[in-house]
């Protein structure tokens, strides 16, 4: 073994152990998230459980501790509960977001207050989501949970990258290659906690230099990156617009495709015989073609007019033969975005998936996905208080998404636009109307 390697391991060994100890200390502390010791009881709720069908009616649902404790039709509020009386309102999980890249917390308070609970990063310098993770997680600052990925893995990674693991400083300037070097970035992805790898098998669509087709990595390469992120426990998500990188990395035994323009059938199929999850983000090819938003370049909207009705295409043939899909947004959630969850939904049912499976690709699939389908996605005993409360019913209309009015995480409230009482405008009462 080389003094290089030798030195990478010690270090890595080091930074592991450096982590496992703060753990211990930081879960060994009692930081409860605010709210979540007050029982809360919803009244004349109209439920949505994607684990189920239709709705229950007039149902009474119990919080305690950031935790369901009973949904029951017609039921009362426990004596010493907070009662919020719904009014016949809909009661909906949160929305788990699979694709973002938020790396602020202004970013994640905006997601949240969209209805996002749930948010998987798929890229952000300095391992900001980690950091982003860690606070929400523990309490400390008011938030969605976050799954991490850290950097993007691709021939050249961002520079960041290298100040944060200097260890790899050989490779900086030059293209990542070859299973070893795959295996290295992986393993610096590990050290610092991440819950996903994530790897461009494509080009990018959203710069205008670039062309979403062309593959960046070998099946070989990808297989090593999968394989070294396996030992860790993680699963790899991989960015692939052209059906070649795409196909390599399915082949390759990623656990999601991101977007998934060009693929064909052929690859669509191999998804639905490994359990590849598609998660499209149809919404931001769209940002592509208007100006504002995200996007806004004269060669990007070209591209984006094409694009478009490929990726509705390949997404409506992959739900078709039985590709698991879900929902995501892959914006920052920053000043100047224009996208939402619900505008995914919005596509979905634009393509044929009915609105039940909609919701469920933004709750009970995506939750499957993320590994967190045992305690989060649905409204049902057991599972965590991520609630959402809609004016109308998103069965008739997918669109009222759009118009959130209540927001839970985790217990704690979030967001609360039911009740806006007289009393309380400017702080002084206001005479009724005539």
Same mark, same amino acid.
Not at 230 to 257: K, L, M, N, W, Y
Not at 262 to 281: A, C, F, I, Q, S
């Given at each position: ?5 030798? @030195? ?32 809360? =009881? ?41 009662? &919020?009386? +719904? ?75 290298? +100040? ?18 795959? #295996? ?16 461009? @098998?494509?080009? $990018? ?38 059906? $070649?990188?795409? $196909? =390599? ?13 060009? +693929? ?87 393509? #044929? ?26 409204? =049902? ?8 409360? +809609? ?6 209309? &997918? ?36």
């Amino acid at each position: 073994m080389s003094s290089i390697t030798s @030195a990478a391991t010690a270090s890595r060994r080091f930074r592991l152990a450096r982590n496992a100890c703060f753990l211990l200390v930081f879960l060994a502390s009692p930081t409860p998230a605010a709210g979540q010791s007050e029982t809360i =009881a919803f009244t004349g709720a109209s439920v949505i459980d994607p684990g189920t069908a239709g709705v229950l009616s007039n149902a009474t649902v119990v919080v305690r501790d950031g935790v369901i404790v009973s949904v029951e039709e017609g039921g009362e509020a426990p004596a010493a509960a907070r009662a &919020i009386d +719904l009014g016949g309102r809909f009661l909906v999980p949160g929305l788990i977001d699979a694709h973002v890249h938020i790396g602020t917390l202004e970013a994640a308070r905006r997601a949240l207050q969209s209805g996002v609970t749930t948010a998987r990063s798929m890229g952000a310098g300095f391992f900001a989501d980690v950091g982003l993770r860690e606070l929400f997680r523990h309490g400390e600052l008011e938030g969605p949970e976050i799954l991490a990925a850290g950097y993007h893995v691709r021939p050249r990674p961002a520079e960041g990258l290298f +100040l944060d693991e200097p260890g790899l400083g050989d490779l900086l300037g030059r293209d990542v290659r070859g299973p070893e070097a795959m #295996g290295r970035v992986a393993r610096a992805m590990l050290d610092r906690g991440v819950d996903f790898v994530k790897v461009n @098998a494509t080009e $990018r669509a959203g710069l205008p230099e670039t062309d979403p087709r062309k593959p960046f990595f070998t099946e070989d390469e990808l297989s090593a990156l999968v394989a070294e992120a396996a030992e860790g426990g993680v699963p790899v998500a991989a960015h692939a617009h052209g059906d $070649r990188g795409g $196909r =390599a990395a399915v082949a390759a035994g990623v656990r999601s495709i991101e977007h998934g323009t060009y +693929l064909r059938d052929e690859t669509l199929r191999l998804m639905r015989e490994r359990g590849t999850y598609l998660v499209p983000t149809i919404a931001v090819v769209s940002d592509l073609t208007v100006p504002g938003g995200d996007y806004d370049d004269p060669v990007l909207q070209v591209r984006g007019r094409h694009m478009l009705p490929r990726v509705r295409e390949t997404a409506a043939a992959a739900h078709a033969l039985g590709v698991p899909i879900v929902a995501a947004t892959d914006t920052g959630y920053g000043s100047e975005s224009v996208l939402r969850m619900s505008h995914e939904l919005i596509e979905f049912t634009g393509i #044929g998936i009915s609105e039940i499976e909609a919701i469920r690709a933004a709750t009970t699939v995506a939750a499957e996905l993320l590994g967190i389908a045992d305690r989060t996605g649905r409204v =049902a005993p057991g599972f965590e208080a991520d609630l959402l409360v +809609l004016d109308r019913n998103p069965l008739d209309d &997918i669109g009222q998404y759009q118009d959130v009015l209540f927001v839970m995480s985790d217990g704690t409230i979030a967001l609360d636009r039911l009740d806006f009482r007289a009393d309380a405008i400017g702080g002084r009462r206001v005479p009724d109307a005539d």
